[in-house]
């Protein structure tokens, strides 16, 4: 049975490299905006750090990523940057406003794994920029796929008039349309959805959304959390089917950004790191490592307002108070002197990216060697990451009677049951222990009160067939199947891809 989530996606980031401080636009929501105005206009990226970036991609199984800017393709030497890829064989993930040359859009072809075009309304383009802007996304469809290509809006006032998405989506015959509101820059200087106004902001959101997805748009997604009390109930449940990953309704994964003169940053409203260069860590999964388990921190010990300290959906990490930029603190600048402070963390980070690495190119020996002295040492027996690692390179080793137990506990234990059950069944099911995936999957599907869990249900759906099993259960799955959302169903379609 093929997986619907392997353990190297599990495993896996896309860092984002910003190629540029620079953009041949100025929107008045940019996130960017500090960053922009702070760096000297001339700024990018130069070709010996991208290099030496995409070499490290290569060497840690990173098979794509992100392009940042500012407008990314705005960088001078941008066809060098593309042959680098070629070189190495990374694929390009592009961030763009779609004002861009057809030379550019054209020699993207070979290393493009998809583009988001970010849009704004009708005035704010100049001359034949529209036009220019609907040539270049179909040009991108027909090079690299409808597939591969999507627009996105930014709503940053619950008053603005978001129709223009739909005209653009139906000139272009896109078929995907990202949706998000506006969030806070450090500075608050952007135009962004005040805390307050957030639910009704939502609901003009929704409205456009449905309205896309009623006139034939096929994939029409949330891209970042809310604050789920904000928003209400049935809302929480509408985002859940429209949002790009499980937990994507409540909380945001961590990015690994690295700027122009290689120095590492989060997303634009998260953590300010200042002057932390990436070669200060052992590789590009230990920077990410760190910063996510910094982000962990402070997801869940600073309230976003005070009704978070007792709630339910902090408590079981459900949600994080919406946007990190809404944190009290959350843009304190992060130093040298800081990380100095964070040995823990930084310490922690590296033992487990190490171990990571090692999974990813396959020394699943080794990785359950190492893992295993680091359980047997005090300080790291009860490291739930270390703990998992060791776990999947047993399964790996067809080893897995040793450890059903501490599958079982680690199912139990976890704040989402589902998505750890999912990761063992699908590793269990792709090393030919397939009794053993389904009652793993059986169990994280009973204990997760808090998800909706689609992705473990197709599983089973899937594993019952391969055993011809019509047992109850297996009925009642083909027909949660059958009813799901048809972007569900798009969605699981993806992932098997
Ligand atoms: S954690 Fe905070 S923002 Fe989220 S639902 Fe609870 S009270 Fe609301
Ligand atoms: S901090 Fe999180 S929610 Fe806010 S913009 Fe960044 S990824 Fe999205």
Known sequence: MSSIQNDMDYLSFRPRIRL????????????????????????????????????????????????????????????SIINLHKKYGIKAMVFTNGIISKDTIIALSDIVEAVLVNCNEPTTYKGDELTNLFDNIKLMQKLYGKERVAIGINIYSDKMDTSFILEYALK??????????????????????????????FEEAKKIHKLLLGNGVEYVHFDCPFPLCAIGEENVSYLRNYINSDLGHGQCSTA??????????SCFCSIQFKDIGIDTFNSLTHAWLFIKYLEDEMKWSINTKDSCENCSNRENRLCQGGCLG???????????????????????SNIVSSLYILYKTNDFKKCYEVAGLYLKDNKYKNNAAIKEIFILSAIRLHMVHLYKDDIIKMVQNSFYPSL??????????????????????????????????????????????????????????????????????????????
């Open 20 to 79: 540029t401080a620079f953009c041949n636009r100025s929107c008045s929501y940019c996130f960017a905006k500090d960053y922009l105005s702070a760096r000297d206009k001339n700024d990018e990226i130069d070709l010996a750090s991208m290099e030496k970036i995409l070499r490290q991609c290569q060497d840690e199984k990173i098979q794509c990523i992100g392009w940042q800017g500012g407008e990314p393709t705005l960088h001078s030497n941008i066809h």
């Open 172 to 201: 272009t015959a896109i078929n995907e349309v990202r949706i998000d509101i506006t969030r806070p820059s450090p500075s608050n200087e952007n135009m962004f959805i005040d805390y307050s106004d957030i639910q009704r902001t």
């Open 256 to 265: 690994l950004d690295i700027t122009p003169n290689s120095n590492i940053a």
């Open 326 to 348: 809404y944190k009290p603190g959350i843009n304190n600048v992060f130093d040298r002197k800081m990380l100095l402070s964070k040995q823990d963390l930084f310490e922690k």
């Open 420 to 497: 750890d059950a999912l990761l063992y069944a699908s590793v269990l099911s792709e090393t030919n222990s397939l009794d053993l995936s389904i009652e793993i999957a059986e169990l994280g599907l009973m204990l997760d009160k808090n998800l909706t869990a689609y992705r473990l249900h197709y599983f089973l759906y899937e594993a019952y067939k391969q055993k011809n099993q019509t047992t109850k259960s297996s009925i009642n799955l083909v027909s949660y199947y059958k009813y799901l959302p048809d972007i569900n169903k798009k969605r699981l379609r993806e992932m098997r891809r």
